[in-house]
């Protein structure tokens, strides 16, 4: 029997204190309490479309703006992934999802590489998201996120025009990606890697 893939992850700074718990091999069971009702709900979709047990507390400067809380749960949560795969032994590795939410279509492609690189690519002045959440606060997570756990991801809407739906499917493609990607494949020896480490 494997070890369990779990991370328990706290980090404070002068603008944000989260506290975070992660099993990659959950079955997407979450409690998500950041102080952001939109945030809230992308990443309890991300935790149940990617079957990923997960629990986030996080308090941030809120009265200033929404961008120190969702950036640093970004790198939060990649950091927690990055501990809970250790060597990352038996992986897949890459993942990749087409994921259609009505009029909107988003590709998201994940490479655990051990190297951070983000690609995001979607239509300029996008619609503010119910009270503040500002469309662009999607990337800064997707960034930070991608910096923490060590991947390459890209991200693209190839169309749509609902910015609660573009949003949704980036969130939900990195969830079906990162599922694939850390699946464990009794074929692979060591990492999927010619380097030998990831």
């Given amino acids: 029997m494997s070890a369990p893939r779990t991370s328990k992850q706290h980090r404070k700074t002068a603008e944000t204190d989260i506290r975070l718990e ?3 091999d959950g079955t997407g069971v979450s ?3 950041t ?3 939109f945030f809230d709900h992308m990443l309890t979709l ?3 479309h990617g079957l990923f047990d997960l629990k986030i507390h996080a308090k941030g400067d809120t009265e200033v703006d929404f961008h120190h809380t969702v950036e640093d749960t970004g790198i939060v949560l990649g950091n927690a992934f990055r501990e809970a795969l250790g060597a ?3 992986i897949t590795r890459y993942g990749h ?4 939410m009505d009029e909107t279509l988003a590709q998201v492609a994940v ?3 051990g190297r951070a690189f983000t690609v995001f690519r979607a239509p300029e002045r996008v619609d503010t998201i119910g009270i503040g959440f500002h469309f662009q606060l999607v990337e800064e997570f997707v960034r930070g996120f991608a910096n923490a756990i060590l991947a390459n991801v890209h991200v693209e809407i190839q169309y749509g025009k609902d910015a609660h739906h573009m949003a949704e499917a980036i969130f939900k493609g990195l969830a079906r990606s990162l599922d694939h990607a850390t699946k464990v494949d ?3 020896t060591g990492v999927p890697s010619t380097k030998d480490v990831l």
Avoid at 97 to 100: I, K
Wanted: aromatic fraction near 4%; charged fraction near 25%.
């Fill in 31 to 33: 409690e998500i309490k």
């Fill in 88 to 90: 990352k032994t038996g």
């Fill in 22 to 24: 992660l099993n990659v």
């Fill in 46 to 48: 991300f935790a149940k």
């Fill in 35 to 37: 102080g952001i009702g």
């Fill in 111 to 113: 490479d655990l590489s």
């Fill in 186 to 188: 009794p074929r692979v």
């Fill in 97 to 100: 999802m087409l994921l259609p």
